[in-house]
């Protein structure tokens, strides 16, 4: 059972009016969420640290029966459907990337009144308002939830979202904007959102407190371990208590595009011996031999220790963002894996089978 967070907050940004809430704290443009009023002051984080290189074994170890993170009667699936979906209100939105980053994300909060059961992990779809160049209803679009089951209200009564805005320009020269990304970054507070889901388990958190839980995120990839780590840090659960390691990789292309780097701040601070964050800033960092700092770089500093925790039969790898973050990540992978001479598609094969490699990327 969770305890549920008792200061129901308001998260305006400064250019929108928003719907008004019991206790409203304003905040600023660039997203800040005060934890220290979300959260009960007296709620204890950390304790009894396990030493995880103690656990680390030299071969590829047995995998032994666990119980399936997807084995849970409790986990709603496909509850609204796009012929009825639920329609919520949005409640907050907010750009979380700096004026001079490329591109723009955007974060938003929608009002759900407890009508639609997601679990950290999960996705859910969204209709643009309008109809598509067909004249027909705008077809649903998928986004990865970016809160935590209890919301950021703390009130199970909010969804999240994370949401990168599409513009290109096409072979003719002109400017298209996505359909639904710009509907949901446009979206101003008091606005209706047709929501359908929840969907997806693959990304559901593994039940093992005690795991260690490996996040590699690219750009708004970043949304579902947003999710897990609000659970394992910021939260407090009578049945739950995180007492792993959370090791989270996440690559933007500049400084300024960074997602959530205060909330991530704020998890370090209070459990520094469960949370690592490692950032890759593409367009700003290099490796020793000049090349661009994308995720799978990042990891390759670490080598040796990734490859120590994935031998783990507690360790759990996490993937989102995009596609072809995953081609080099496999590349480390079975270099990695070669000096051990293992082969490291087989490898992976064992891992995804025991749910401990995830991938989600599009
Ligand atoms: C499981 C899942 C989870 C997702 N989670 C998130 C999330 O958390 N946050 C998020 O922002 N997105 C997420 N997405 C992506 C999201 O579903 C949409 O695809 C995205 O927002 C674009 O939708 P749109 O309606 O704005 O664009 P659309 O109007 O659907 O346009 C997209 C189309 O534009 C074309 N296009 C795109 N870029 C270019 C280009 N550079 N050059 C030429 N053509 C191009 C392609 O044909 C593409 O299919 C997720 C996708 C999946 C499958
Ligand atoms: N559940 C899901 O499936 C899910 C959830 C959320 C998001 N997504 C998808 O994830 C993508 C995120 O895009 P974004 O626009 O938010 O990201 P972004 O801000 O552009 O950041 C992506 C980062 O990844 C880097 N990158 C590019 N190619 C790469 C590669 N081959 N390997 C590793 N890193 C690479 C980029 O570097 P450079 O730009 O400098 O090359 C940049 O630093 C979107 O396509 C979105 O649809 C999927």
Redo the contacts with the bound molecule.
């Keep these: 059972m969770a305890m549920t967070v008792n200061a129901a907050v308001s998260l305006p940004s400064s250019k929108s009016p928003s719907l008004s809430f019991k206790n409203s704290i304003a905040i600023p443009e660039r997203i800040n969420f005060n934890k220290s009023i979300l959260y009960p002051r007296n709620v204890s984080f950390g304790g009894n640290v396990i030493s995880i290189r103690a656990q680390v074994t030299t071969e590829a170890p047995a995998k032994a029966e666990k119980i399936s993170k997807k084995d849970d009667e409790g986990i709603v699936v496909n509850k609204f459907k796009p012929k009825e979906p639920y329609v919520g209100k949005c409640l907050l939105n907010t750009k979380i990337t700096a004026d001079d980053a490329?591109?723009e994300?955007w974060h938003m909060v929608f009002s759900t009144e407890g009508e639609v059961p997601y679990r950290e992990g999960q996705?859910i779809g969204v209709i643009a308002d309008g109809l598509d160049k067909n004249g027909k209803p705008n077809k649903l679009r998928?986004?990865?939830i970016a809160s935590s089951a209890l919301g950021d209200f703390g009130n199970s009564q909010t969804v999240s979202l994370?949401v990168?805005r599409l513009v290109y320009t096409n072979e003719q020269g002109e400017i298209v904007k996505g359909v639904c990304s710009n509907f949901l970054c446009d979206l101003k507070p008091g606005a209706d959102v047709k929501i359908t889901g929840p969907v997806g388990k693959e990304?559901l958190m593994p039940k093992d407190p005690n795991a260690t839980i490996i996040m590699l995120a690219?750009?708004?990839?970043?949304?579902?371990f947003r999710s897990f780590l609000w659970k394992m840090f910021f939260e407090k659960y009578d049945d739950y208590k995180f007492n792993g390691l959370a090791w989270l990789f996440l690559?933007?292309?500049t400084s300024s595009?960074l997602l959530y780097p205060e909330e991530f701040e704020k998890m370090k601070e209070k459990a520094p011996n469960n949370f690592r964050v490692d950032y890759?800033?593409?367009?700003e960092q290099s490796n020793d031999k000049g090349e661009?700092m994308?995720?799978?770089t990042r990891m390759a500093q670490y080598a040796e220790e990734l490859w120590e925790l994935l031998k783990k039969d507690n360790t759990y790898v996490y993937m989102?963002?995009?596609?072809?973050?995953e081609?080099?990540i496999d590349d480390i992978m079975t270099s990695l894996a070669a000096r051990d001479g293992i082969d490291w598609l087989e490898y992976k094969r064992q891992l995804k089978k025991s749910e401990q490699w995830n991938v989600?990327?599009?």
Aim: glycine content about 18%.
């Design positions: 490329p591109g994300t996705s998928l986004y990865s994370c990168k990304m690219t750009g708004t990839g970043i949304a579902p690559g933007v292309p595009s890759a800033i593409s367009r661009k994308y995720i799978q989102c963002g995009l596609k072809g973050m081609k080099g989600e990327v599009y």
